[in-house]
């Protein structure tokens, strides 16, 4: 069976999504075309004119389906690529533009939710990376058209949902390799999320704060900061820094380029903590856990669906989510210090052993229906 895969904004995770399908399912050849991660604006609205004008023959080279990520601009490029309308199309959600937070400096524009709402409409299967995903998407998409004017055709929506499944990014085996974990003078955290305005850091911030206060300016634990940086980083990450400096709780600082070393770094620690206003899978998390963390989460986003006992509460108000937070954590040192640590979440449904053959199911029934599965 021959697939095409389009990527079209092949960020890491992305990147790790297709490259662990060509991994896991052998029986499939797949045929790969990624465009990078950078100029979002003109990614999502210019990626049908840079797959069809930079890879028109690998488009057309006869497939039995065709695989592409949320980010693809389908519609356009069924109309580029007339080939590629002959095929049965999966369109898979690693995250949705009507759920994803706006930075402050953003300014707003309905083009990337117009672009993968048609984009699903295209499609013949919609798969989401979980079911918050699909949820949020389908409330997003319901809300929009209704704003728009008129000639709306009716339960578009409906049949959306009709052909979604839920299928989430597997984890690869190597990070469930735990060895016997020796216990430690101070509970181990780590912070492992992309230093970004959505991951939150303020509210990291603001419970250190109160952490350092009520323990006569130290921290009782080492916070290892870890996960992707960019050209621009929320400038408080400097106060984080500094703060964990003079409270002797500095731990690991910065992106860990080795993955070897980033899984043994994962596996001495106790705690994996999230701020995030926005996560639809939390594969950061997920690979915590599998290395043997326990998750301390807001309670918003994918996280109560997976992790409904490691939430802590939060309303959007910085300080009271950093009091919930820093109570969460206290609760945590006490059982570390009374030698009361309990097992870490069993995480093994999101391996590639359980989810490979849903992959491979999926596919290959997608391969032998007719096209043309689009609502409208």
């Known amino acids: 069976m021959k697939v095409l895969l389009l990527s079209g904004y092949d960020a890491d995770s992305h990147k790790r999504w297709r490259q662990g399908l060509s991994r896991h399912l052998p029986a499939i050849d797949f045929t790969h075309i990624a465009l990078p991660p950078r100029y979002f604006s003109w990614r999502i609205r210019g990626n049908s004119l840079s797959f069809a004008g930079l890879h028109?023959?690998?488009?057309?080279?006869?497939?039995?389906?065709?695989v592409a990520t949320s980010m693809v601009d389908l519609s356009s490029l069924r109309g580029m690529v007339p080939a590629l309308s002959q095929l049965p199309t999966l369109l898979y959600f690693h995250e949705n533009q009507f759920a994803y937070p706006q930075s402050k400096h953003q300014s707003h524009s309905v083009e990337p939710q117009i672009v993968s709402l048609y984009s699903a409409l295209c499609a013949d299967t919609l798969a989401f990376n979980s079911d918050y995903n699909r949820c949020s998407f389908m409330a997003g998409a319901e809300a929009l058209l209704k704003k728009l004017p008129d000639l709306v055709p009716p339960g578009i929506v409906e049949k959306l949902?009709?052909?979604?499944?839920?299928?989430?990014?597997?984890?690869?085996?190597?990070?469930?390799?735990?060895?016997?974990?020796?216990?430690?003078?101070?509970?181990?955290?780590?912070?492992?999320?992309?230093?970004?305005?959505?991951?939150?850091?303020?509210?990291?911030?603001?419970?250190?704060?109160?952490?350092?206060?009520?323990?006569?300016?130290?921290?009782?634990?080492?916070?290892?900061?870890?996960?992707?940086?960019?050209?621009?980083?929320?400038p408080v990450f400097t106060q984080i820094r500094d703060l964990l400096t003079?409270?002797?709780?500095?731990?690991?600082?910065?992106?860990?380029?080795?993955?070897?070393?980033?899984?043994?770094?994962?596996?001495?620690?106790?705690?994996?903590?999230s701020t995030?206003?926005?996560?639809?899978?939390?594969?950061?998390?997920?690979?915590?856990?599998?290395?043997?963390?326990?998750?301390?989460?807001?309670?918003?986003?994918?996280?109560?669906?997976?992790?409904?006992?490691?939430?802590?509460?939060?309303?959007?108000?910085?300080?009271?989510?950093?009091?919930?937070?820093?109570?969460?954590?206290?609760?945590?040192?006490?059982?570390?210090?009374?030698?009361?640590?309990?097992?870490?979440?069993?995480?093994?449904?999101?391996?590639?052993?359980?989810?490979?053959?849903?992959y491979g199911r999926v596919i290959k029934q997608l391969a032998t229906q007719p096209p043309f599965g689009a609502v409208l």
């Open 56 to 66: 028109a023959q690998a488009l057309a080279d006869g497939y039995d389906c065709l």
């Open 276 to 358: 995030a206003d926005h996560d639809f899978q939390g594969l950061a998390v997920l690979e915590a856990v599998a290395s043997g963390c326990i998750p301390v989460l807001p309670e918003r986003q994918v996280y109560p669906e997976y992790f409904g006992d490691g939430c802590y509460p939060v309303s959007g108000d910085c300080e009271a989510d950093a009091r919930n937070l820093a109570v969460a954590l206290a609760q945590h040192l006490t059982r570390f210090n009374e030698g009361r640590w309990p097992a870490p979440p069993d995480v093994s449904c999101f391996s590639w052993n359980r989810l490979g053959p849903d």
């Open 161 to 234: 949902q009709q052909k979604s499944v839920v299928l989430p990014v597997p984890i690869e085996s190597e990070w469930f390799r735990r060895p016997e974990k020796a216990r430690q003078a101070k509970l181990q955290l780590v912070w492992n999320h992309r230093w970004e305005y959505d991951k939150n850091p303020e509210l990291l911030y603001r419970a250190l704060q109160i952490i350092c206060r009520e323990h006569n300016g130290k921290l009782p634990f080492v916070l290892h900061l870890v996960g992707q940086r960019f050209r621009q980083v929320p």
């Open 246 to 273: 003079a409270a002797d709780g500095l731990g690991q600082w910065g992106y860990v380029e080795s993955a070897e070393q980033y899984r043994q770094l994962l596996r001495r620690c106790d705690l994996v903590v």
